[in-house]
């Protein structure tokens, strides 16, 4: 019986030491020296909690209750950086969160003493990061190897249609991870789980009531509590891949959406449908009412219908035209600030500024052009009718089966080219009737890239010239890197640093201005790399300074999908005029190696003809977003590649 009650008072000790409190931190804890499920983690977050709730504000009325609570290990310095604490506060016109009961220690270990260092008031900050966020920041004071930090605070926010994801994965480890929303019945909420894993969600209703001021007057609801709740324990540290995209769709986390309120004397719809979604854009003033707008720029343009019959050439026209006249300040969003008129005098305006002069322009000049809702890259991907989903608006024009689609904010980019960021899966062409229909925003198009090298070889070095002619998104991306170097000296030192271990003797650049046109560059070089002398052989590397380079997919595994953006060609050919005192020994076998049945290709052939020898070689990559389970077979497509090309044309002395 002894026995018995023993072990129950040890195991109760054990759940009790288990058990998180905020401001006691156990000297096991500090001693600590490597987190148990990742030895390689700088830090871990030992305990992470998030409760909200839905309650009522004195000064904004509705508002959702966001208590976060955290404890942190830092196991070597470099983990520091993960004890400085960045709060968000967005702010829009009369509203804005705040945040309240910030508490934040520090523990260490002096001998077998613990000591605690409490954040002063006096260092905490309050900085202005955009237009809408201003940013409350804090770093743990005292830190060093082995500390434990926490913090908790209160953050309140009265925008209902926007509830702050709640995250359940980060850039390290965590021991375990609680969270839980609570909101009334009269609240319909949409919710999705993001990540690589199901979730256990456990659901519960509790009676409570609800005291406070709406609307100036005192009010008390008795209401029946829905509450979800998740718990995890060992979650992995969120590791980036090459080509992943936005890794932030990859964390684990629950992304919550306010559709409706139906409470007495409270009735209010946020988003239901697409067709819901679409009604709310065009009745706000900042977006449908920027698209009646019509005169404000005709004395500038004219009428272009007359100058300019051709219907591409005055699309492509207006579309220059909008990004010469109205720079983007680099803001995201749909809906407009200071309007369509105000921007399009001021000369600069946020993406929805740019992008719906652009649509009005278009439509006044006889070609039907469409408002498109997007998310970019770094905002995630809207998965339900949503209005806080998007963050930005293109154009898009049908053309015969197709569409064209235009983002006026990058002044690099030609007709039917969008920016990367803008390239994440779906857009919603949207309507003032209510109609909307999903656009493809990954193009469907070749970028192709053409490569001739021709070149002397004299036995101890290469000389000759390279042609490269490129479009869409080669064109694009050189266009960018060119943009930041401003005259031929900077742009020749480029070029060398572009292609490796040569000599630029000239060099010529055509149509760098001229967007919608071929870029190309003619190359003038001289190099005593590439080759190799092995008695009397020499080897040389057949693509020379062309070559494919290193795989860019190194690791045996991968947990997301690869997005290489865009369907490409590239084209390479090469002539290497060789002394008449050598013959040619060996050549590298010719091949066709496949990645799937349709998805990518790279043929080589080499071939002699007298003293020269002809090398071609076309590398086709069809897929832009390409699943795990393909991974190994791009993995092993690219080795091959590399392969071939490492392998060399030998000559001899005759």
């Excluded at 999903?438 to 010239?465: A, Q, R, W």
């Excluded at 650049?509 to 190309?520: G, M, S």
């Excluded at 066709?592 to 998805?599: A, T």
Aim: with cysteine; charged share 30%; hydrophobic share 35%.
């Amino acid at each position: 019986m002894f026995r018995y009650l023993l072990l129950i008072f040890l195991l109760s000790q054990i759940t009790f030491a288990q058990e998180f409190k905020f401001g006691t931190v156990s000297i096991k804890e500090l001693n600590e020296k490597q987190c148990p499920i990742d030895s390689t983690a700088d830090a871990a977050v030992l305990f992470s909690e998030r409760k909200s709730y839905i309650d009522l504000d004195n000064d904004y009325g509705i508002v959702v209750r966001n208590v976060y609570t955290k404890r942190l290990k830092i196991y070597h310095k470099d983990g520091a950086k993960y004890a400085r604490v960045d709060i968000p506060i967005n702010i829009y016109k009369m509203e804005k969160e705040s945040v309240k009961n910030i508490k934040a220690y520090t523990y260490n270990l002096s001998g077998n003493k613990i000591v605690k260092t409490a954040l002063k008031k006096s260092e905490i900050f309050r900085e202005k990061t955009s237009e809408h966020i201003v940013t409350i920041k804090f770093t743990l004071p005292n830190i060093k190897d082995g500390s434990v930090v926490e913090w908790t605070y209160t953050r309140s926010n009265p925008f209902l249609h926007y509830i702050n994801e709640i995250v359940l994965q980060e850039d390290i480890p965590i021991i375990k991870t609680k969270a839980q929303f609570s909101f009334p019945d009269g609240f319909n909420f949409r919710y999705y789980l993001k990540g690589n894993r199901q979730y256990d969600i456990k659901k519960s209703v509790k009676k409570r009531i609800i005291e406070g001021r709406l609307y100036g007057e005192d009010v008390t609801w008795n209401v029946n509590e829905n509450t979800l709740k998740i718990e995890q324990d060992n979650v992995p540290a969120l590791v980036k891949e090459p080509f992943c995209g936005n890794i932030q769709n990859y964390r684990r986390g629950i992304k919550f959406e306010l559709i409706k309120i139906d409470l007495p004397g409270i009735r209010k719809t946020y988003a239901i449908d697409w067709k819901d979604v679409v009604k709310t854009a065009y009745r706000n003033q900042d977006f449908g009412h920027q698209l009646k707008k019509k005169n404000y720029f005709k004395k500038d343009l004219k009428e272009l219908s007359k100058i300019i019959p051709d219907y591409k050439q005055r699309l492509k026209f207006i579309f220059d035209f909008v990004k010469k006249r109205i720079k983007w300040n680099g803001k995201n969003d749909y809906f407009t600030k200071k309007g369509v008129i105000k921007a399009y005098k001021d000369g600069y305006g946020n993406a929805a500024e740019v992008n719906l002069n652009l649509i009005n322009m278009l439509n006044a000049n006889d070609i039907k052009a469409y408002p498109v809702l997007i998310s970019t890259v770094n905002h995630g991907i809207p998965l339900f009718p949503t209005i806080t989903g998007f963050n930005f608006v293109i154009a898009a024009v049908p053309y015969k089966e197709t569409y064209y689609l235009l983002d006026a904010t990058d002044s690099f980019v030609p007709v039917n080219v969008l920016p990367e960021r803008d390239l994440n899966f779906v857009g919603r062409q949207v309507e003032k009737d209510g109609l909307s229909k999903t656009i493809d925003l990954f193009p469907n198009d070749y970028s192709k890239k053409n490569i001739t090298l021709k070149v002397n070889f004299n036995g101890e070095s290469f000389s000759g010239f390279a042609f490269t002619k490129m479009d869409k998104y080669f064109a694009y991306h050189y266009r960018k890197k060119l943009s930041h170097y401003h005259n031929k000296k900077q742009q020749s030192d480029f070029l060398e640093k572009r292609y490796n271990n040569i000599e630029i003797k000239n060099f010529r650049l055509k149509n760098v201005n001229q967007i919608e046109n071929d870029l190309v560059e003619t190359i003038q070089f001289s190099t005593d790399e590439y080759f190799s002398e092995i008695g009397n052989k020499i080897l040389i590397s057949p693509m020379l300074f062309i070559n494919f380079g290193k795989n860019p997919f190194q690791s045996d595994k991968r947990n997301f999908p690869v997005f290489l953006d865009y369907p490409r060609i590239v084209e390479k050919k090469i002539n290497i005029k060789i002394p008449e005192n050598y013959r040619v020994k060996h050549l590298p076998e010719n091949v066709d190696i496949r990645f799937g049945d349709k998805f990518g290709s790279y043929h080589f052939k080499i071939e002699q003809n007298g003293q020269t020898i002809k090398i071609s070689s076309v590398f086709v990559l069809t897929l832009t977003v390409i699943d795990t389970k393909y991974y190994q077979n791009l993995k092993s497509f690219y080795d091959q590649i590399i392969k071939k090309q490492q392998e060399s044309i030998v000559l001899e002395r005759k």
